[in-house]
């Protein structure tokens, strides 16, 4: 959970990474998704793209590190 989070931010270019979820709006664990709706900036498929890249180098970090790489 806490790389694919680092992924996310390692992947957010600048202006995205100060943003409530990176700029791709709510993800399962948003407390405030109205805020992170409105912060979204990116359109809904670009988000998933960016999400299924995080997951992947998430996954890749982990790897790497020995870990499970679920």
Avoid: K, N, Y
């Avoid at 793209?49 to 790897?63: C, P, T, V, Y």
């Amino acid at each position: 959970m806490i790389l694919h989070e680092v992924a996310h931010f390692a992947l957010a270019p600048p202006e995205r990474r100060a943003l409530i979820d990176f700029g791709l709006g709510p993800g399962p664990d948003t407390r405030d998704r109205d805020s992170a709706e409105h912060a979204a900036a990116l359109p809904i498929l670009e988000r998933e793209a960016d999400e299924a890249a995080a997951s992947l180098l998430g996954i890749l970090w982990e790897a790497e590190l020995g870990q499970p790489a679920l």
